[in-house]
């Protein structure tokens, strides 16, 4: 493209989207709710006219949601992506490197790294129950970036045989530039989250969390009112005789006046047999701390926060930090990055065999979430350099060391026997073959043989009993 008679071109290019035309109409789905669910809820009918729904932005203002949000999408965000290739001789996946996988990884996109994009992701299914992925391809139709979409910008269609489809509506920052346009379901990856209506629309813990989220933020709401009112009640003033309409509006102005702003505090004096009635609950009458701590410990239950991880109770009382931090990641973390780590093989296409048969997949280091205390890591990796687990090298990789000359030998303990050899010996009853057999001097001919010789004898022969007396006893 040439202007003022300069040649001028795009800094980066678009994606390569399959954008396939179909005669046949596609259609939103349903969810057995009429659609979407929407991102207001009323909790009943009118709700929204007095400004009393439950939003997702709204409910987020509660510490407790938002602890639990950031605190999931931190951890997972921290986690080193790998790319692994399975070995089929051992068995086993090992890390390896690929020219165009490994780069996507490191950074799948132009604004952020996987820390970011992992976060970011994590976000959107906590959030709206759905994370949508776009694909951008190269000259080779090899995937070079991946793009996280505003999942409100997508709609999911259903042609009437069936395929999936997804209709984007302009995005310029994933380089979406068409105001709507309907893209196959190769070309988008779609993480869901509880399929609670429909097996294609996730749904995001704030649906049940909005509830305890509300009551919270409505007694923070109630207390900020309070406290602003100079802490003093509402209430009426009562009077055992009847009163004209202007000597109440009279004694009400004159009450208000002294009761708010910096006369919080004063003595009222009260005349005509008139009387204060307070008309709200004191705190222990509505036992505002407890309604606060069901509030709070509800949130934490739905997202499946360990409470004590956001602060909310005490933590258990015992000290292994690695138990706690394990029964967080099984109860917690453990699905979401498992679906990230399949989702991650789909949008990278490494569901099915390399050519020359390789399998390549995706996993997230778990050393940088389930750290161990120095004392317990060393006594750990020590224990399995005997064990035969570690190398003395890959031990030391461990704690970030060098790798020493010889280090990469396994090494086991001479006295180790297979279970099968120590079964199967027949030869028990004779002496070890460590024990050269006895030779045959003039003492030992001779008819009677010197005290001390013959008590060095029988002492020998009780300590091979006793050794062939052991070895049968590990054969059983």
Partial sequence: MRIFGLEVTEARSRPVLKIERRALPLSPIQDGRGGWHPLVREPYAGAWQRNQELRTDTALTHPTLYSCVTLITGDIGKLRPKLVQFDEVAGIWRETRNTAHSPVLRRPNRFQNHKQFQAWWITSKLLNGNTYVLKERDDRNVVRALYILDPLRVTVLIAPDGDVFYQLKRDDLSGQPEETVAVPASEIVHDRFNCLFHPLVGTSPIFAAAGPANIGLQIQRNSTAFFANGSNLSGVLASPTSITKEKAKELTEIWNSHARGGLSGFVAVLGDGLKFEPMRMSALDAQLIEQLGWSDEKIASVLHVPPFKIGVGAPPTHQNGQILEMAYYTGCLQRLIEDYEECMDEAL????????????????????????????????????????????????????????????????????????????????????ESEPAEPVTEAVIADEPPEAERAARLKRRAGRRARTLRIRMMAR
């Fill in 349 to 432: 296409e490494l569901t099915s065999p390399m050519e020359g048969g390789r399998r390549l997949g995706v996993e997230l280091d778990l050393d940088g979430l389930l750290r161990m205390d120095t004392a317990t890591q060393v006594d750990t990796l020590v224990k399995g350099i005997r064990g035969g687990l570690y190398t003395p090298n890959g031990a030391r990789r461990k704690v970030d060391e060098p790798p020493l000359v010889g280090g990469d030998t396994i090494y086991m303990q001479h006295q180790d026997y297979p279970i099968e050899k120590v079964y199967n010996r027949t030869d028990l009853d004779a002496a070890p």
